[in-house]
C-alpha cells in the first residue's frame, strides 16, 4: 500500500500514520488492503429507555454512542478484532461464524453511584490469528487498570491497545473508530504502521497532536 494511502485526503500523516476525516462508511471500500482491523466502535452502552405512557424508545446519551450494527459496515477480509458489549456478541458471531471472545477484566472499574451492577470487564471480539507469546500473556482474560477517560468518553488504556497489537500482528492496522487516536499512537511506538478514520473533526485534532509526540518506549 503506498503510504499515506491512495485516494485519501488525510487529515494528518506522517511516516507512520494516517489519519482521515470522515464517515467510514464512505471510506472503508475504497481503501487497500490492511494487515489487522483493530477498533473500539460505538455500541450505545450509554444509551437510556425513555418511557411515554406504553412506549419504550432508546436514545443515545451522546452522539458518539449511537447504536452500533457490525453488519451495517463493509469491513475488509482481513483479521478482525473489536471491542464490543455483550448484547451485540451475537451479531458479531453472525457476521464472523469463527470468532472468539477475549475478556478485559478491570481491577479499578469505575464506580456506580446509582447503584447498579458495575461493568468490571469489557468484551473484545476476535477473528484473527494468534502471535503465542507465553501462557501468561496468550489468554481468554487480560487483566490490567482502566485509566481514565482523557481525550475521548470511551478512550481505551495504551496498555491494552499495544497488547492487542502484539498478540494478533500485523504491520499495517486500520482503525475506522479511530476517536481519540490510540490505535495509531500504539501501533506508532511499536514501529508498525496505522490508519485512523474518524467523523468528528475534533477528535481528529486530538488525536494529531498525539500522533506529533515522540515514540515512546513500551
Known amino acids: 500500500m503506498p503510504w499515506p494511502p491512495a485516494g485519501v485526503k488525510p487529515y494528518y500523516s506522517d511516516e507512520a500514520v494516517c489519519i482521515i476525516l470522515g464517515d467510514c462508511r464512505d471510506i472503508l471500500p475504497s481503501l487497500g488492503p490492511v494487515d489487522l482491523v483493530l477498533t473500539d466502535p460505538p455500541y450505545g452502552m450509554g444509551e437510556v429507555y425513555l418511557r411515554d405512557g406504553e412506549s419504550i424508545t432508546r436514545r443515545a446519551v ?4 449511537m447504536a452500533f450494527e457490525p453488519s451495517d ?8 478484532v473489536a471491542f464490543t458489549v455483550d448484547w451485540q456478541i ?9 470468532g472468539r471472545l477475549l475478556t478485559w477484566v478491570k481491577p479499578n472499574p469505575t464506580p456506580s453511584f446509582r447503584k447498579q451492577i458495575i461493568n468490571a470487564c469489557e468484551f473484545v471480539f476476535f477473528d484473527s490469528p494468534v502471535i503465542y507469546k507465553g501462557w501468561e500473556k496468550t489468554q481468554t482474560a487480560v487483566v490490567g487498570p482502566f485509566e481514565g477517560n482523557r481525550s475521548h468518553p470511551t478512550q481505551k488504556p495504551l496498555w491494552l491497545i499495544s497488547h492487542l497489537l ?22 506508532k511506538d511499536l514501529g508498525r504502521k496505522a ?8 477528535y481528529c485534532e ?3 497532536n498525539r500522533m506529533a509526540q515522540s515514540v515512546m518506549a513500551l
Open 62 to 65: 451522546a452522539e458518539w454512542d
Open 73 to 80: 459496515f463493509i469491513w475488509p477480509s482481513t483479521p478482525l
Open 195 to 202: 490508519i485512523g478514520i474518524e467523523i468528528e473533526e475534533r
Open 166 to 187: 502484539q498478540l494478533f500482528g500485523g504491520q499495517i492496522a486500520l482503525d475506522p473508530f479511530m476517536g481519540s487516536g490510540t490505535t495509531l499512537r500504539a501501533a
Open 206 to 208: 486530538v488525536a494529531a
Open 90 to 98: 451475537p451479531a458479531w458471531y453472525k457476521l464472523r461464524p469463527a
